[in-house]
T-cell receptor
Framework: GQNIDQPTEMTATEGAIVQINCTYQ??????LFWYQQHAGEAPTFLSY????GLEEKGRFSSFLSRSKGYSYLLLKELQMKDSASYLC????????????FGDGTTLTVKP | GAGVSQSPSNKVTEKGKDVELRCDPI?????LYWYRQSLGQGLEFLIY????????KSGLPSDRFSAERTGGSVSTLTIQRTQQEDSAVYLC????????????FGPGTRLTVT
């Protein structure tokens, strides 16, 4: 099975940079997702990492180290609208359709 | 250009009753996923379909839960003899295939069992 850990809550200031960490222990790994979920809304896809390294997409970047079972989501130039829950999910190796999600990190951006 | 749609958006039912939740994926998407999200929790994988086939049903919480997909499009998640612990938001997502990693989520169905 999969075990995924991420901090429950984080707070940051508008305009700053924040890093949300995710660690996982897995019996099989086929990629790691990050999703953003605003309160009361459905998740939206942010990134997918399958190889080690940093993937940059605008203000958001995602990093993966498979040997360490570690990923982070980096958000730059924070805006108030970035206040949301950020979900880390690991894709199962033997079952491409199955992903295991962490409980999410609630990020609050303050002025 | 419609996205994933789900119905009903809200459902209140009495304990012991059966409920059906519906998902309409994005046209042309062959993979369809069901998740459950309890308040303040992450998503719990329930089942996925590739076409009309569900290769892995191990995520279904009990034999009261079943799902089907017909015509490679609409899917129905059925919960029989509902229990209070079934109360949650049920989310459906679709993707172009299981090799396509980007899933598009519907707005969810909020189920409350009283």
């Amino acid at each position: 099975g999969q075990n995924i850990d991420q901090p429950t809550e984080m707070t940051a200031t508008e305009g700053a940079i924040v890093q949300i960490n995710c660690t996982y222990q897995t019996s099989g790994f086929n990629g790691l997702f990050w999703y953003q979920q605003h309160a009361g809304e459905a998740p939206t896809f942010l990134s997918y990492n399958v190889l080690d390294g940093l993937e940059e997409k605008g203000r958001f970047s995602s990093f993966l180290s498979r040997s360490k079972g570690y990923s982070y989501l980096l958000l730059k130039e924070l805006q108030m609208k970035d206040s949301a829950s950020y979900l880390c999910a690991v894709r199962d190796k033997g079952n491409a359709g199955k992903s295991t999600f962490g409980d999410g990190t609630t990020l609050t951006v303050k002025p | 250009g419609a996205g994933v749609s789900q119905s009903p958006s809200n459902k209140v039912t009495e304990k012991g009753k059966d409920v059906e939740l519906r998902c309409d994926p994005i046209s042309g998407h062959t993979a369809l996923y069901w998740y459950r999200q309890s308040l303040g929790q992450g998503l719990e994988f329930l089942i996925y379909f590739q076409g009309n086939s569900a290769p892995d049903k191990s995520g279904l919480p009990s034999d009261r839960f079943s799902a089907e997909r017909t015509g490679g499009s609409v899917s129905t998640l059925t919960i029989q003899r509902t229990q209070q612990e079934d109360s949650a938001v049920y989310l459906c997502a679709s993707s172009a295939g299981t090799k396509s990693y980007e899933q598009y989520f519907g707005p969810g169905t909020r189920l409350t069992v009283t």
